[in-house]
């Protein structure tokens, strides 16, 4: 349990523990994309900590860019006015607070793109299955991005990231995993282009960099990161060769990047079956620099401690055990209880299930109180 709670640099901030807040999707935003401004506040506010990192759940970067209902943005002013608010209660209480930012590519629909366009992506290849967005219907073909129109993608990202800046966040995590639009790019199944973004391992990350070095210019290498997820599970997409792609990304990405983040390929939230086969182990001795990992650990406290000792540069990305536990950070300290929660409430309006969790009382506090 030590080395949970030593200090770790990421970027220009100073950590002093190494359990995170994962990106969390809770589509509690309006019909404009805008969060409902006290009670994304408070959320935030109570899941903050002296020192502790909170990554933003994943906000959109244009109008064009998402395909849920519910889910927040960035592109206008009301939206980066919300988001001011949830980054100054985070900052009151001493946290660091980073945006995620996305771009849902194919895995949306048309019913909640901007004129109903329909999604788009790097081939025009649908993904298998069903979408719970458009009322269970297959999911939509997407239009393939042409060349002119990736630049202008790679352009929303970069003013995304600098209204981030803008609102207060400490800096941006780019959303490069869980089967949306970058993601799509990397994935041999699901990009099949004849450019020069297909085809070798290489081209099919092209992409990533290019996105990157675009946010390291606007906003600085300090405030990036990078989300992946080698073995995504989410979206259908799926890649041939996941550890040669994936460790060319983290032999060719700029190495001061404020941190990479990925998903535990035992991920038992997105995935149906968790993958115990596979680990990222390898990914974790190609980069040096801060490594946060998330997936799979919300059931096992124990893992969260382990990982951290035998991990010496790891931060535990928490998910469905800190939207229960808003004192998370205290409770694995202490080794108190945890609340369980209620999956019925991820993505329900309101504040049930997102801000009526409670605080842990020890029982000693209790008796010195009644």
């Known amino acids: 349990m030590v080395a949970l709670y030593e200090p770790i640099q990421i970027g220009t901030n100073r950590l002093q523990h190494r359990v995170v807040l994962a990106p969390l999707t809770r589509l509690r935003a309006d019909e404009n994309n805008v969060m409902p401004p006290d009670l994304a506040t408070e959320y935030y506010s109570q899941r903050t900590t002296p020192g502790g990192l909170l990554i933003s759940e994943g906000i959109l970067i244009s109008e064009g860019a998402g395909g849920f209902p519910g889910t927040p943005a960035i592109y206008t002013e009301e ?84 209204n981030a800046i803008k609102a207060g966040f400490d800096g941006v995590e780019l959303h490069g995993a869980n089967g949306y639009l970058l993601d799509q790019f990397i994935n041999s199944q699901s990009n099949k282009r004849t450019d020069k973004y297909s085809g070798s391992i290489k081209n099919r990350t092209r992409l990533i960099f290019e996105v990157a070095d675009a946010l390291i210019d606007a ?108 004192d998370l950070v205290e409770r694995l300290k202490h080794q108190w209880p945890l609340n369980k929660y209620n999956r019925d409430t991820f993505y329900t309006p309101g504040a049930k299930g997102y801000t009526d969790y409670t605080f842990y009382e020890p029982k000693d506090q209790k008796l010195t109180t009644e």
């Open 219 to 326: 906003i600085g290498v300090e405030r990036t990161a990078y989300r992946f997820s080698p073995w995504g599970g989410n979206a259908d997409v799926e890649d041939d060769t996941p550890y040669e792609t994936w460790s060319y990304i983290l032999e060719h990405l700029n190495p001061k990047l404020a941190y990479v983040h990925f998903v535990e390929p035992r991920d038992d939230y997105v995935r149906a079956t968790p993958d115990f086969e596979n680990s990222l182990d390898p990914f974790r001795k190609i980069w040096k620099g801060p490594f946060i990992s998330a997936g799979g650990y919300s059931t096992s406290p124990e893992l969260i401690s382990s990982v951290a000792e035998e991990k010496p540069r790891n931060l535990i990305a928490v998910g469905r055990a800190f939207i229960a536990n808003p």
């Open 79 to 162: 939206q980066i006015s919300v988001w001011s608010k949830v980054t100054q209660a985070v900052h009151a209480k001493g946290g660091i607070i980073f945006a995620q930012i996305w771009h849902s590519g194919r895995a949306g629909t048309a019913l909640y793109t901007k004129n109903h366009t329909s999604p788009i992506a790097p081939s025009p290849i649908p993904a298998r299955g069903l979408n719970v967005f458009s009322n269970n219907q297959p999911f939509e073909t997407p239009r393939e991005l042409s060349i002119d129109e990736i630049q202008d993608v790679i352009q929303e990202f970069v003013t995304a990231a600098k």
